[in-house]
């Protein structure tokens, strides 16, 4: 280890300590930026350190949920693993997890990393995890979950974060990696096509669950080979589904894993579910061990959390996006809620472009006996919308912690309050309830 590396670890343990010690957050990102001023390629030298391997998961949606399932599983069977819990997925948030699992001379003892990625981080994160991979020992494993769009302002559309993708996967070594990737995601599943090493594909097979009327946020329907619009034998969720092309004849390819029993409701889980058990089987954990690992699982930080406040429950569904709303919203009303409270900010986390909230199917919630509260830094835009959709607001509250006292009050024996709050809002909430901030 170079003397260049061993002061940026000195250097970013110093301020986790500091960031700690002041109650600044949880050093989840700040530790891992010094690290990468001082040293840019600190990642080289703290990946080979991870004796059996690295396993990055990415994608727009699913990423927290699905590196925590993985993490569990590797847990139960005795694993040692570090992995970034408080959801800092950029660059520095993967150091910053090496690191405080690191001494202070930089020596890492664990068997894996389980890093879930920012879709945009992608390729820096993997050309720099496996540059220095010892022995052939180690193994890499990519698990692709989705792109939609998201936060257009930063990221652009969907086909340009694929093509980064593609272009960072063909850069690399195939010798010891693997993908697992969803085959009903025509965009994802099309960069397994010339792959040539080790890959894994998990979809549904369940057509009762396709949905009878297409979604507004559909973000990936032309075939990204030919250019021609894709036919779908039926669609799950915005443009995921059993898809192929009847001009150029790419189709979804067969799933290696179709069906498994997800321990949170909602469809968008049961991909997740199907990409974390995927994962455990290319690493030879035994199916029933599997089971036994996820019986008990818990959701991640504002991914269908539970809060209990003054005997009232709270559930928060992190909302930040088209397609993931969307899913919210369908996974929330097959529990027939009778309070929600949404939570709309547009802060860097969150994108600062608003204008996708129109592709939000709101409609959804129009005729119903509920009472609906929203806050947020742009919950008059929130409100606005909803209007257009024929749904009648309880009252919007720019004061958040206000909206959720207001909201509270209207719960009754029994029932649950449903939060659906963008990114920022979420951690927000989280503040407000528990008292502590995650990053």
């Not at 939609?148 to 010798?175: M, P």
């Not at 057509?207 to 990204?224: G, M, Q, R, W, Y």
């Not at 001009?247 to 997800?262: E, F, M, V």
Request: proline share 3%.
């Amino acid at each position: 280890m170079t003397l260049r590396v061993g002061l940026a670890i000195i250097a970013a343990k110093a301020a986790s300590l500091i960031i700690k010690l002041f109650r600044f957050g949880a050093g989840a990102t700040w530790p891992g930026e010094i690290a990468l001023i001082l040293s840019p390629d600190i990642l080289k030298a703290l990946a080979p350190q991870l004796s059996k391997g690295i396993i990055l998961v990415a994608g727009t949606n699913g990423k927290t949920t699905t590196s925590l399932m993985i993490k569990t599983i590797l847990e139960k069977q005795g694993y040692s693993v570090i992995h970034n819990a408080s959801g800092a997925n950029l660059a520095n948030g993967v150091v910053s997890a090496c690191i405080q699992q690191s001494s202070w001379n930089g020596g890492i003892h664990a068997d894996y990393g389980v890093f879930e990625v920012d879709e945009n981080s992608l390729g820096g994160v993997m050309t720099n995890a496996k540059c220095q991979m010892l022995n052939g020992k180690q193994k890499l494993i990519v698990v692709l979950l989705n792109l939609f769009r998201d936060q257009l302002d930063r990221y652009g559309e969907v086909d340009v974060i694929a093509e980064k993708w593609g272009k960072a996967l063909r850069a690399l070594d195939r010798k010891n990696i693997t993908l697992i990737v969803n085959a009903d995601d025509p965009g994802v599943a099309y960069l397994g096509r010339d792959w040539g090493g080790g890959i894994m594909y998990f979809g549904l097979n369940e057509p009762k669950n396709f949905l009878k009327v297409a979604e507004h946020a559909t973000d990936s329907t032309f075939c990204i080979n030919c250019g021609a619009r894709l036919t779908y034998d039926g669609i799950y969720y915005s443009h995921i589904g059993i898809w192929h092309c009847e001009k150029c004849g790419q189709k979804r390819p067969r799933p290696d894993i179709d069906a498994w029993p997800s321990p949170l409701p909602g469809l968008y889980n049961q991909y997740n579910t199907l990409a974390a058990v995927a994962t455990a089987r290319l690493l030879g954990i035994a199916d029933e061990k599997i089971k036994q690992a996820l019986s008990g699982f818990a959701p991640a930080f504002g991914r269908q959390e539970e809060f209990t406040v003054d005997g009232k429950t709270i559930k928060i569904f992190l909302s930040k996006n088209p397609a993931g709303f969307n899913a919210s919203l369908r996974t929330v009303l097959e529990l027939k809620p009778k309070i929600l409270l949404l939570v709309f900010n547009d802060r860097i986390p969150d994108g600062r472009d608003v204008s996708w909230i129109w592709d939000v199917d709101f409609e959804m919630l129009s005729h119903d006996e509920r009472k609906i509260f929203v806050s947020g830094d742009r919950a008059y835009d929130l409100g606005l919308r909803l209007k257009y959709a024929d749904v009648s607001c309880t009252g919007v509250y720019g004061d958040l912690r206000e909206a959720i006292g207001k909201a509270l009050t209207a719960v009754k024996g029994g029932e649950t309050l449903y939060i659906l709050p963008t990114y920022s809002a979420m951690l927000e909430v989280r503040k407000i309830l528990g008292g502590r901030k995650i990053l």
